[in-house]
């Protein structure tokens, strides 16, 4: 379980260093650009790769079912 965790802390510094990544990108593309249709469809693919990441994140594993009842010991 704990590697789990650190995965989902390694992958959230990740997605923040991605951000950083997007909004300098966007600054650049304000600077560069008068259209702002351009932006807004680069902001709007952006975000939802970054929303699809979290959701992939906080899907969780399937639980383990244990099997139910009395189970008799092999040892005789």
Do not use: C, T, W, Y
């Not at 650009?33 to 975000?47: M, Q, T």
């Not at 899907?59 to 092999?74: H, N, Q």
Request: charged share 35%.
């Amino acid at each position: 379980m704990n590697v789990a965790i650190m995965r989902v802390f390694v992958r959230i510094r990740q997605i923040i260093s991605s951000s950083k990544e997007i909004a300098e990108r966007v600054e650049k593309l304000e600077h560069g650009h008068k259209r702002v249709a351009s932006v807004i469809e680069i902001l709007a693919e952006d975000i939802g790769r970054i929303a699809r990441e979290v959701a992939s994140m906080k899907a969780l594993p399937p639980a383990k079912k244990r099997k139910i009842g009395f189970r008799p010991s092999d040892a005789h």
